[in-house]
């Protein structure tokens, strides 16, 4: 009887020991997301606006395949006390390739790479629906180095047209499309541009002429990069902004 004790006893703190590690780890995570019904890592990180790099680093019990979620369990989505969360994200949409997807949101290709290291190195093992990061930390930097122009920017809907740069466009790609006097024939094409409004700013990418923009340097946005730069774009309508290309 001693020694079944005994080995109860071991057992009940062996399995003390093992769920303690968790918690501990539990204890340094700033955001937290309870799985429920139905959830998919594709749909977690679409809710919470995480990469699939970031939420398998932060939940190593995740598998690859992230068939082994559990109704009720408890995942990190931020580490406390650093910055190295991700300030803006991308989903894969049919079609998309690395190339694109930069061209998209103005990243570089190392950049997404260092952002995402499970796309592999050839970038064929996008999966539709993936969120992406595509910049990481919560700051806000000015425009770059080199001149930058006062502007009138408004905003439009692109809705799958093709811009005058050649690339279809979505609503919601953070792009923009330069007035006729920053136009240079198209030289501008693929070219970052940072645009700050009232302290923030973002970063978008040359992808179509706006000809009837308002001034010399105005600029026309699209809709989602709007958002992001105004919250109140939509009763604002045209804004005052600082932009140069980065």
Known sequence: MLMLSQVLAAVLLSALVVSASPLEARQSCS?????VSGDTCAAIESKKGISDAQLHALNPSINSACTNLQIGEVLCLSSGGTSSGCSKSYTVVSGDTCAAIESKTGVSDATLHSLNPSINSSCTNLQIGQVLCVASGGGSSPPGGGQTF????TYYDPNGGRGACGNILQNSDFIVALGSG???SGAHCGATVNVQYQGKTIQVVAQDLCPGCQGANGLDLSEGAMQALD???IADGVISVVWGFA
């Open 231 to 233: 919250a109140n774009y």
């Open 31 to 35: 955001s937290t997301y309870t799985v």
């Open 150 to 153: 006062n502007g009138l920017a």
């Open 182 to 184: 920053h136009w240079d």
